[in-house]
């Protein structure tokens, strides 16, 4: 899938960071590990263990997190690990309260915080919403409730007499993420034995895990999602004006014409969209003592401050159960209604078809247009394309598929002369997405066997607000996206109708609700030297 949930991407990373940043920088970030299909995704209750680092220390000596700096030839790496952390686990890691305010809004109340499940589309008017599992969301990291004295709604104070915020908890915390990636499942299984093993005695629980993998297609080198769809396609392409983006070699330092994002928006302490210095959180130098680690620099616009944040990166956890039997059945269903109804005309209308629209590509990757699907570029699908030329009025990628909202690109442009700035102010919501799926393939996709399957979504930004949060809420479940009146992600939606744009005018399909929340929340993405210091605590 173009964007939203989506599994590794399996061909290698075609960017790297300079030496030095790339030392310092998770390697979830650049690579997604995608030469290493199988995985563990670990949620840590961190609940009975000491206050300190000391169980950080536990995870480096049995996970160490992989840096993003390349291994040399012929040293290929046979496991990596990324980790990232709550606001919870870093409260009682025991960073001082002055670089807890410092991490931004989102991050300290979490996804859980009732006006962000509002806007996420989970829970409204004190229910789940049909997008979610039914018995209400497994997990979180189970943020405490925001001081009442610094409430505000919508930027402004909430008037005396509101009724009092709701703690919305889960049955499990996750108030720590380890990622553990290996070649093998069977490697990755005993890796994930030593963890727990390790980390028992120090009163760290694994609370939930999912079995992660990619598998690769032999002859395109794509992943499918559980639907049956190729996905990890068209992600954003960084450039840094300090050059610390590299590809073949070079420094990129203008942005891509169609999928440029400043490496700001995907890592604190470099430039932005905005053209400044993408802000994460700091401590202050008497704060951190004699803990200061090697590589823990001055804060640039922070004095006595150092930057805790740069290099690091926010990470947005989404678990997403998909129905694949239901998916298909419900496609049948239409595909049947549309044929009895125009039995002339609507020969041509498949499950397939129908579900591929859903999509906006081909099971195979390729972009719908109004001839048929974008032509293959080096014998991929093409990610580069432009809506307003192409296909301005939605009649080959309709204007409500998944691709078209979660990265609309120049679709919304009013007119010819606005496309480069829409598709700019596009670019400015970009998520890095670094997910993969869980469960076995199903067996028949008509027949429900009852087996959990799923999407583990995951993607980084800078700014939760601006990136995840906006196309979550903004595109994805717009009721008036585009043209387009009472809809939603068809999808990652809520039930209801997706219009199709077919001669002499269109088609008109339900859907329900394929996709339903398990767990998630924000996590900090910590860099090598914010770990060595937040390990001494």
Known sequence: ????????????????????????????????????????????????????????KAIASVAPVTNADPPERGDARRRSAALALSAVALTRIGLDDAALASFSRPFREGMFQEDRLRRLGDRRGGAWAPTVIEAGPLWSANLPLRDPAARTRGGFDVADGAAPEQQIATQLSGHALLLLYAAGEEDARQWCASVEETLRPLGVAIAHQRALFVDARRETN????????????????????????????????????????????????????????????????????????PGLTAAANAEGF????????????????????????????NAARIRAQDPENAGHVTAEWIAERAVGRDKAGNLLCPSGTLPLVDGAPDS???????????????????????????????????????????????????GRKYGPPIKDDRADDGVERGLFFMCLNTDIARQFEFVQQTWLLNSSFGTLYGEQDPLVGAPGAMTIRERPLRRVVQVDTYVQLVGGDYYFLPSLSALRYLERL
């Open 306 to 333: 150092f930057d805790l944040g740069r290099n690091g990166s926010y990470l947005v956890v989404r678990e997403l159960a998909q129905e694949v039997a239901a998916f298909w059945q419900s496609m049948d269903l």
């Open 222 to 293: 794509i992943s499918h999602e559980h639907f049956g769809f190729a996905d990890g396609l068209s992600q954003p392409q960084p450039y840094d004006v300090g050059g610390a983006v590299l590809r073949s070699g070079a420094a990129v330092t203008a942005p891509h014409a169609v999928q440029g994002v400043p490496l700001g928006d995907l890592l604190f302490g470099h430039v932005n969209a905005y053209g400044e210095i993408a802000s994460g959180p700091v401590v202050s130098a008497e704060a951190l003592g004699a803990a200061i680690a």
């Open 1 to 56: 899938m173009d964007a939203g949930p989506v599994s590794a991407p399996t061909r290698a990373a075609n960017w790297k960071l300079r030496h030095e940043i790339a030392a310092d920088t998770q390697g979830l970030v650049v690579s997604g590990f995608a030469a290493l299909n199988h995985g563990r995704a670990l949620l840590l209750d961190i609940g009975d263990a000491a206050p300190g680092g000391a169980w950080l």
């Open 384 to 434: 580069d394309y432009l809506f307003w030329d192409r296909d301005r009025f939605g009649h080959g990628c309709p204007i409500g598929s998944h691709v078209r909202r979660a990265h609309p690109r120049d679709a919304l442009s009013p007119d010819a002369a606005s496309r480069r700035e829409l598709l700019k102010a596009a670019n400015n919501h970009r998520i890095l997405r670094r």
